[in-house]
Structures are given as C-alpha cells and as structure tokens.
C-alpha cells in the first residue's frame, strides 16, 4: 500500500509542477498583451482576462491537490 501511495504522490507533484509552469507561462502571456497594449481597451481587457484565468486555473489546481491529498490520507494504510 505505501508503494501505490508513494507512486500517487508523485504523480500529484508532477502534475502539481507541470501545473505551475502552466500558470507561470499563461501569466506572463496575459502580462505580455496587457502591457503591449497600447492603451486599447480591448487588449488591455483580454490580458486581465488572461491572467485572472491563469490565476484561477491554477487555484483550481492547488484546490484539488488538497482534496487528493486529504482523500488519500484518510484511507487506511
């Protein structure tokens, strides 16, 4: 059992890690048309908008590795 547990909680930091360089990337990609912007309120708008997803995107993601790491600790060992 501690085997296929160890082997969950890797799978949950790569996906954890790959989630993060996501968010990090989408992030600087709404930054990115925000301030390349130019005073358009249109793209000025889809940057926010961009990093405000990114940002819940990944609190999603943080949220749900609290739930698996709380399901998984409250099975037996």
Request: net charge negative; no cysteine; charged share 5%.
């Given at each position: 059992?501690?085997?296929i547990n160890g082997g969950i909680n890797n799978f949950i930091?790569?996906?954890?890690?790959?989630?993060?360089?996501?968010?990090?990337?989408?992030?600087?990609v709404g930054g990115f048309i925000y301030m390349s912007a130019s005073g358009s309120p249109k793209q000025m708008e889809k940057g926010k908008t961009a990093m405000l997803n990114a940002v819940g995107g990944f609190a999603f993601i943080i949220t749900a590795r609290?739930?698996?790491?709380?399901?998984?600790?409250?099975l037996p060992h």
């Open positions: 059992m501690d085997a930091n790569i996906l954890t890690g790959l989630a993060f360089a996501g968010f990090i990337l989408f992030f600087i609290t739930v698996a790491s709380l399901i998984q600790s409250s």
